[in-house]
């Protein structure tokens, strides 16, 4: 047997070509499953494409796309970017969106609240509130102005739900061509949204809630509710929220009664409510009102006639802010509301006290008196306040326009009052025992370093104290100072109804401590009402829009504060002053009294009077204390209060004063000197003992005597107008002050 060969021949693979030659196993590029990595040479690669029958890359061209090609292309990316463009819009919404609260908790805030002020016929005195007018329904303003602004803010309102994509469409358009952000593309809708929910900021944030929220909207309201919380809260410039308050504010009228060219003009306000406000740049605002007009055309809205007759009219120009004295009241009612009723939460009306006619002829007459004599007598501002028997304030002028000035001078300033206040002096002298008819010698006196000196000084000798009233003498009223002392003065006052602060001061005779126009001529009404103090009040009633009582006067029992013998005799006194005396320019074909006053160097010019029916004081100034050319209590005040009154009284029965007295002189007629004293033009020689009263009070010297026979008849104590009852009669008067006779007094005739 041979031997058998323990070596092992293994099989080869790409091994040289002997070993196929020799039979030996041998495999080949093609026949390998997987092709080698190895590349092969290029010759090699081109050949076995030849032998393919596939063209070398060099020998094939590229297809041509042409114009569909491009398109299909162009329109394949475009949809690729709105796919993708969708779905990242979609995740920002859903971003925002989750940081809101929960749809189920977005209710309609309360619109601000308006408090509605009317007068005693019901009249609209004025609107205040964050809206400052009451909200209108839409089927009660006038129909051009939801026409208006749809036709220039959403000619799509009743169509779209919500958003309007036309109009987002050609507001980006527009912006992209102008290069920058011009128009936007809020509906009605929207931008109701974003006034009842969202800050006004230019965000990707603000504007995807602004979006949600105006589909819950159209989901949750008709259009026409929409409409209508959109017309009654948005903003049209000079601080009116709401077409009631803009139209009020810029027309001096209701929404109801708003003409086409009204309509347009407001309607334009809203691209920009504080620059084409009509109070800035009344040509701005008709510039737009009448693209407005125009685009109320295109929608056919309007007509051809309507258009020419609504772009023919004069362009508007508002005051920069209300104007109109009633204001000076609605101010004053919003001051007092919070006492009276909290916090106003709700829509309510305020029932006044205030009659629109009686205000609006005293405003005139002030007003009338300025423009004709402020110049050549330097004067600039004035006051009138009216109240009634019942303290209901029927009238109240805080000055000479409240459009440039909102502050009260009737109610806020404190002047001098001079002569003014002597009607409290005698007062106090005659609950401590003196009369009418009391004697006392007009003539030079000192007190201190003070010397009281009368105009001019002119000194008359004995005369009473109704002579001296009339007259205005210096030098007796401050003898009846030191008399009854001057706590007992400023306790007469206080009693009466003044509430500011007085210095204990001899001066005080001269009216040298200062007071407000409102205070002071509410402390005459017991004169006029048969001695009772009523409480001032300017509200009657407040009720809610839906009729609830918040608030009713109570029209309780006013009290008694000077004695009906006492009345009497200070009616008869002051009676002298309109007939004969200071305030003879005041008279009219009614038993009226008062007293004139004039601070230094005529800085303060007053007038205080009553009638049984009206108690009224006027003041005449300047704000600096500049002082006037020689103008006095019996001038323009007189004037004032007597244009007033006529028209007050017109056909109102006439009655007497209250209060009976009766004169008894005594002394010798002929003791009592009857002469003519021209009114004065300089002050009396007055210390000025406080901060209080640096104004040195002016002599107030009358024409002849008064009438001191004057019987007035009796009256019942006053019943208010608005549901106050009788008041009963008390016992009252102010404290005698018991003093020893002294030289001073003999030498006075004491």
């Known amino acids: 047997m041979a031997k058998r060969t323990t070596t092992r021949i293994e099989p080869t693979f790409d091994g040289p070509a002997e070993h196929k030659a020799s039979g030996g196993f041998s495999v080949s590029e093609d026949d390998r499953v997987m092709p080698s990595a190895k590349k092969q040479p290029a010759a090699k690669r ?4 030849a032998e393919r029958g596939q063209p070398s890359r060099r020998s094939r061209k590229k297809p041509r796309r042409g114009f569909f090609g491009g398109l299909t292309r162009a329109v394949y990316w475009c949809f690729v970017l709105a796919l993708w463009g969708g ?67 959403d ?31 809020s509906t009605l809708t929207q931008q109701l949204a974003k006034n009842l929910f969202l800050k006004p900021d230019r965000t990707i944030e603000r504007k995807v809630q602004e979006v949600l929220l105006a589909l819950w909207l159209e989901q949750k309201h008709t259009k026409d509710q929409i409409l209508e919380m959109y017309l009654n809260r948005v903003y049209f410039g000079s601080g009116a929220y709401g077409v009631e308050a803009a139209s009020r504010r810029y027309f001096g009228k209701s929404a109801r009664d708003v003409t086409l060219s009204e309509a347009a003009l407001l309607a334009g306000l809203l691209k920009a409510p504080s ?13 737009r009102a009448q693209l ?69 002829l005293a405003e005139k007459s002030i007003r009338r008196l300025i423009d004709e004599n402020g110049e050549k007598l330097s004067v600039s501002q004035g006051a009138l306040v009216s109240i009634d028997n019942s303290g209901a304030v029927r009238a109240m002028v805080g000055g000479y326009d409240y459009a440039n000035s909102q502050f009260d001078r009737a109610a806020e300033a404190r002047r001098q009052p001079g002569s003014a206040f002597k009607p409290f002096v005698y007062l106090a002298a005659l609950e401590a025992g003196r009369t009418p008819d009391s004697i006392r010698n007009d003539a030079p006196i000192s007190i201190g370093k003070w010397k009281p000196d009368n105009y001019n000084g002119k000194y008359f000798g004995r005369v009473t104290l109704a002579t001296a009233l009339a007259k205005s003498l210096n030098s007796v009223a401050a003898q009846l100072t030191m008399e009854v002392g001057p706590d007992a003065v400023i306790e007469v006052a206080h009693r009466m109804g003044i509430e500011s602060q007085l210095q204990a001061n001899t001066s005080i005779a001269l009216g040298t401590s200062e007071v407000t126009p409102l205070e002071l001529t509410a402390a005459y009404v017991p004169f006029a009402n048969g001695g009772y103090k009523p409480e001032v009040h300017f509200i009657q009633r407040i009720t809610t829009t839906a009729g609830e009582v918040l608030y009713e006067g109570a029209g309780g029992n006013a009290p008694r504060v000077v004695r009906p013998e006492i009345v009497g005799m200070m009616n008869s006194m002051m009676t002298g002053t309109v007939e004969v005396g200071t305030a003879k320019k ?119 005597d008064g009438d001191t026979g004057f019987v007035p008849m009796p009256q019942e104590p006053p019943t208010a107008s608005i549901g106050r009852r009788p008041v009963p009669q008390a016992d009252v008067g102010g404290p005698v002050v018991r003093r020893q006779t002294s030289i001073l007094d003999v030498i006075m005739g004491n």
């Open 155 to 185: 000619r799509r309102f009743y169509s779209h739900f919500g958003i309007d994509p036309m109009g987002l469409g050609r507001a980006l358009l527009g912006n992209l061509t102008s290069g920058r952000f011009s128009q936007g593309g």
């Open 586 to 704: 005041a008279a009219f074909n009614w038993p009226s009294a008062g007293k004139t006053g004039t601070s230094q160097n005529s800085r303060d010019a007053w007038f205080v009077g009553y009638t049984a029916n009206l108690t009224t004081g006027v003041w005449f100034g300047n704000d600096d204390g500049k002082p006037m050319k020689k103008v006095t209590g019996g001038a323009l005040p007189a004037q004032a209060w007597h244009e007033f009154m006529v028209a007050a009284h017109e056909g109102v029965p006439v009655a007497p004063l209250p209060g009976t007295w009766k004169s008894v002189p005594q002394a010798e007629p002929g003791s009592v000197p009857m002469a003519s004293v021209e009114e004065p033009d300089h002050p009396a020689a007055a210390p000025a003992p406080s901060p209080v009263s640096r104004n040195l009070p002016m002599d107030d010297v009358g024409a002849a």
């Open 46 to 49: 081109k050949a076995e494409k």
């Open 87 to 153: 779905i990242a819009a979609a995740g920002i919404v859903v971003y925002y969106g989750a940081q809101m609260p929960s749809a189920t908790t977005w209710a309609i805030p309360d619109r601000p609240p308006n408090v509605k002020i009317v007068s005693v016929d019901g009249k609209l005195l004025a609107n205040r509130g964050m809206t400052g007018g009451e909200a209108v329904g839409l089927h009660e303003m006038s129909p051009y102005i939801p026409q208006a602004v749809m036709a220039i803010e």
């Open 292 to 360: 407005v007009l125009a685009a109320m055309r295109d929608e056919n809205m309007i007509g051809e006639k309507e258009l020419a007759t609504a772009m023919s009219a004069p362009a508007t120009r508002a005051a920069s802010y209300w104007t109109g004295s009633e204001h000076y009241v609605a101010d004053r009612i919003m001051e007092e509301l919070p006492n009276l009723i909290g916090e106003v939460r709700s829509d309510i009306i305020v029932d006044s006290t205030i009659d629109l006619t009686l205000q609006d």
């Open 275 to 287: 620059r084409l406000s009509p109070a800035r740049d009344p040509k701005a605002a008709e510039a």
